[in-house]
């Protein structure tokens, strides 16, 4: 059975039940429907609870008064014409068929004055709220795909840096000077390296210095250094000194 058809057979149960539960309410208790009541009639209407399908039963003299359902501006004036319904003869029921107010005066304008009138307000009839049905289960979610397997050792997407390859050696841009031949050992004296001429001043970049070739070797030695030209006038001078010397000498 779904929750709406329960609601629905809950209802039925519920107006069933009312219908069946509807009481006999004599109206004013043992001093019934009569002018100036011992308590007023509202004030006793206030202390009862009036259902749907309950029954009022006013008891009063026949001969001398009735009971009129009017509207509530007929009741506010004790206005007894034109009722909605007129009840007679000394006892009378009325049955309370829907819920809201209902107004009642006496068919006599004096004692409708004089305290012979009522309201009663009936309770609406609360009708249960339908059971929540029960909410569907979630879809189920699919089963989550395993992780990607790890790339190769072979294959791996990050690979090493190749190696640089080292500069040439025929165009290196800082080449190491190159080395000095070691003097003959035949000869011990060495003849000095000769001086370097200085850069010019208006050129600012200095280029390495010159290589020195060695000495050729010949047969183990090493020949001295020709003479410059100055070196053998000077001697030639100092010759031709001491021959003037030794003739003075001589002469002498």
């Known amino acids: 059975m779904t929750g709406m058809a329960a609601a629905r057979l809950a209802v039925a149960l519920l107006l069933l039940a009312t219908g069946c539960a509807g009481r006999d309410i004599v ?3 043992r001093g ?3 002018a100036n009541p011992a308590e007023p009639f509202n004030h006793w209407a206030e ?3 009036f259902q749907v399908n309950d029954r009022l039963v006013f008891r009063y003299k026949g001969q001398e008064d009735s009971v009129l359902v009017v509207s509530q501006s007929h009741y506010d ?4 014409s034109d009722p909605f319904m007129r009840l007679g003869g000394g006892e009378s029921g009325f049955v309370l068929s829907h819920s809201g107010p209902y107004f009642f005066i006496s068919g006599d304008a004096a004692r409708c004055q004089a305290g012979e009138r009522l309201i009663v ?5 609360r009708t249960p709220s339908p059971a929540p049905s029960t909410p569907p289960p979630p879809p189920k979610s699919p089963p989550s795909s395993p992780p990607p397997a790890p790339a190769a050792a072979g294959n791996s997407s990050t690979s090493p840096p190749p190696a640089l390859a080292p500069p040439a050696a025929g165009n290196s841009s800082t080449s190491p000077p190159p080395a000095l031949a070691p003097p003959a050992a035949g000869n011990s004296s060495t003849s000095p390296p000769p001086a370097l001429a200085p850069p010019a001043a208006g050129n600012s970049s200095t280029s390495p210095p010159p290589a020195i070739a060695p000495p050729p070797v010949t047969n183990g030695t090493v020949s001295p250094p020709p003479s410059s030209p100055s070196c053998a006038s000077a ?3 100092g010759f031709l000194a001491c021959l003037v010397i030794a003739g003075t ?4």
């Open 77 to 80: 004036a004790c206005n007894t």
């Open 47 to 49: 202390r009862n609870r």
């Open 249 to 252: 000498i001589v002469l002498a």
């Open 27 to 29: 109206v004013g208790g």
């Open 32 to 34: 019934g429907w009569t």
């Open 121 to 125: 307000v009936v309770l609406a009839v």
């Open 235 to 237: 001697l030639r001078g």
